[in-house]
């Protein structure tokens, strides 16, 4: 089992920025891939950015590209999301993700079924 605690989220105006944080535990050796997604009220949960805990390879939506960026520190077992020129359409419950499972030519790390592992999330508000 993998335990995944996300923080950092807050109040911030319209062209911000924020860090979020999160820091995994348990059974962290088998870790593949890292994500974030978010959740806005009445919408699905949708793909933020991914990045792989061997290599560090990321990926990001197009939404977030260029304002956002995903990094790891493996010592720490941490995954971090810098946020910056935030929107309000930003505003979100932000949720961390891992993949215990190696990934495959098929695996598309934006889907919510390729991760085994989630937090509770953190709220982000973006006032505009």
């Known amino acids: 089992q993998v335990q995944l605690v996300e923080s950092g989220g807050g109040l911030v105006q319209a062209g911000g920025s924020l860090r979020l944080s999160c820091a995994a535990s348990?059974?962290?050796?088998?870790?593949?891939?890292m994500g974030w997604f978010r959740q806005a009220p009445g919408k699905e949960r949708e793909f933020v950015a991914a990045i792989r805990w061997s290599g560090g390879s990321t990926y990001y939506a197009d939404s977030v590209k260029g304002r956002f960026t995903i990094s790891r520190d493996n010592a720490k077992n941490t995954v971090l999301l810098q946020m910056n020129s935030l929107k309000p359409e930003d505003a979100a419950v932000y949720y961390c993700a891992s993949r215990r499972r190696p990934t495959f030519g098929h695996t598309i790390l934006s889907e919510t079924r390729e991760y085994d592992y989630w937090g509770q999330g953190t709220q982000v508000t973006v006032s505009s």
């Open positions: 348990g059974r962290t050796f088998s870790t593949y891939v």
